[in-house]
């Protein structure tokens, strides 16, 4: 799975799920940009990687059109585009939600995939190809108290659906990848906090065990890859099977592992 002589841009590439993008794409000949709010951060990712690094807030539509602008006058027409950029939420009560929170998850997770999505999808169809991989979630997908995150995890799995019908005439691919819980280092540190019930998040997936940023990392190289080349408009959960398992709850849960049956 090659990707060289192709240029990959990643947004929120500094960290987590968007830097093992990063450093898996370049180590299959990706020449790869890494854009992040933390343009300290995202130089040292593209100083490893061999790529480059450009600040940007998704949020701001402008700032996607000038990025855009920016690194295809510098490097040349960007092949992939990896959306994943975002931000958590605190699980909390409807009521206790700020506004301000609200506004900030859907300013970032949902309106700024779309302002990236858009700038550099734009210009792939005007040219005639791209690949472009959307970072949604499993909380897309389920009822969770997560009530200004799910929704707009959703909203960027149906927003795929969307663009891919829209730019598939003109060659550009779109899908989406909606991880499980993923041992990123947010998850990490608060789990060593004791926020977090590793045991628990492990035993609510059908294998038993968390993602890792390179698993979804994976899962974005195969739709980027020419492998999937018939492949769009796809939501791919990469979950350790958490979505098929929880409904086994009303039935007494999961069976246990046979071990080794004659």
Known sequence: MSFAGRIAVITGGASGIGAACARMLAGRGAQV?????????????AAEVGGTAVALDVGR???????????EARMGPVDILVTSA??????????ALTEAE????????QIGTWNSAVAFGARMARRGGGA??????????????????SPAKAAVIEMTRCLAAEWGRSGVRVNAVSPGFTLTPALAQAIAAGE???????????????????????AVCFLASDAARCIT???????AGWLVAGSWATYGGLPPARGNLP
């Open 33 to 45: 940009v890494v854009t992040d709010r933390d343009i300290a951060r995202a130089a040292t990712l």
């Open 61 to 71: 539509r402008a700032d996607n059109e000038d990025a855009a602008a920016e690194i």
């Open 86 to 95: 975002g931000v958590l939420q605190r699980p909390l009560r409807a009521e």
């Open 102 to 109: 609200v506004e900030e998850v859907v300013r970032i997770d």
């Open 132 to 149: 472009i991989i959307t970072i949604a979630s499993i909380a897309g997908e389920r009822s969770m108290p997560l009530h200004a995150y």
């Open 196 to 218: 977090r019930d590793p045991a628990l998040l492990e035993g609510s997936s059908a294998l038993g065990r968390m993602v890792t940023p390179e698993d979804i990392a994976e």
């Open 233 to 239: 408009g796809i939501n791919l959960p990469v979950d």
